[in-house]
T-cell receptor, first 110, second 115 residues
Framework: NAGVTQTPKFRILKIGQSMTLQCTQD?????MYWYRQDPGMGLKLIYY???????DKGEVPNGYNVSRSTTEDFPLRLELAAPSQTSVYFC?????????FGPGTRLTVT | KQEVTQIPAALSVPEGENLVLNCSFT??????LQWFRQDPGKGLTSLLL?????REQTSGRLNASLDKSSGRSTLYIAASQPGDSATYLC??????????????FGGGTRVLVKP
C-alpha cells in the first residue's frame, strides 16, 4: 500500500493564482482531512470528509474549497491565493481512530 | 473550544536520559488522544493512540499515559537515542460520531538528543 499520497511536493504561486492540491489514499478509509501547518506551529484543520459526497468545514476553511467524489480522492482547491496561505499542507485519512498522514505539500505564495 | 498545549516547546537531553513530554487539553470530553512524531520537512508518523477509556499505551521504549480528569497526557521515551531527535505532537479528537474524529493539535515539543 502506498498509504496517503500528495502532489505536488512543492509549489510557488503568485498572489491571485489558483491551484488544486491532490490527495489520494489506498486504504479504503472513510474519513479524510486537510490540515495546514505554519512554521513552528501545530496543525490546524481546514476541511474534512466522512465519506464520498460529504464534506464539512474545519477550523480555518476561508479561502479553500474541497470535494469528495470518490473514497480515494480528496482534492483541496485554493482560489485567489494570498500570502497568508503560505504553509505546509497535510492530507490525512482514517478508518475509525488512527489518522495516517501524507508527506505534505509546501506552498509559498508571493 | 478545545485547546491543546505542549510545554516545553523545546527540550535538549544527553543520550541515554529518559524523555518526558507533556500535553494538556482544556475539554475532557475527548474520544481519543494521539501522539505523533515529525521529522524536519517530513509528514507525521503516528506513535501511540490512547482511547478515552484507557489510561496508557505502550510500544517498545514509548509509553503514553492519559488522565482525562486533569486534562493531561504524558509521553515517556526510555533511554533516549540521537535518532529520537524530532518534534513530537499530541492531538485530541472530540466525542461524538458527528464530530468526524477531527484532531486538535498542540504546538509540539522539539526534542534534541545529544550524543
Amino acid at each position: 500500500n502506498a498509504g496517503v499520497t500528495q502532489t505536488p511536493k512543492f509549489r510557488i504561486l503568485k498572489i491571485g493564482q489558483s491551484m488544486t492540491l491532490q490527495c489520494t489514499q489506498d486504504m479504503n478509509h472513510n474519513y479524510m482531512y486537510w490540515y495546514r501547518q505554519d512554521p513552528g506551529m501545530g496543525l490546524k484543520l481546514i476541511y474534512y470528509s466522512v465519506g464520498a459526497g460529504i464534506t464539512d468545514k474545519g477550523e480555518v476553511p476561508n479561502g479553500y474549497n474541497v470535494s469528495r467524489s470518490t473514497t480515494e480522492d480528496f482534492p483541496l482547491r485554493l482560489e485567489l491565493a494570498a500570502p497568508s496561505q503560505t504553509s505546509v499542507y497535510f492530507c490525512a485519512s482514517s478508518f475509525i481512530d488512527e489518522q495516517y498522514f501524507g508527506p505534505g505539500t509546501r506552498l509559498t505564495v508571493t | 473550544k478545545q485547546e491543546v498545549t505542549q510545554i516545553p516547546a523545546a527540550l535538549s537531553v544527553p543520550e541515554g536520559e529518559n524523555l518526558v513530554l507533556n500535553c494538556s487539553f482544556t475539554d475532557s470530553a475527548i474520544y481519543n488522544l494521539q501522539w505523533f512524531r515529525q521529522d524536519p520537512g517530513k509528514g507525521l508518523t503516528s506513535l501511540l493512540l490512547i482511547q478515552s477509556s484507557q489510561r496508557e499505551q505502550t510500544s517498545g521504549r514509548l509509553n503514553a499515559s492519559l488522565d482525562k480528569s486533569s486534562g493531561r497526557s504524558t509521553l515517556y521515551i526510555a533511554a533516549s537515542q540521537p535518532g529520537d531527535s524530532a518534534t513530537y505532537l499530541c492531538a485530541v479528537s472530540p466525542l461524538g460520531k458527528a464530530a468526524g474524529n477531527k484532531l486538535t493539535f498542540g504546538g509540539g515539543t522539539r526534542v534534541l538528543v545529544k550524543p
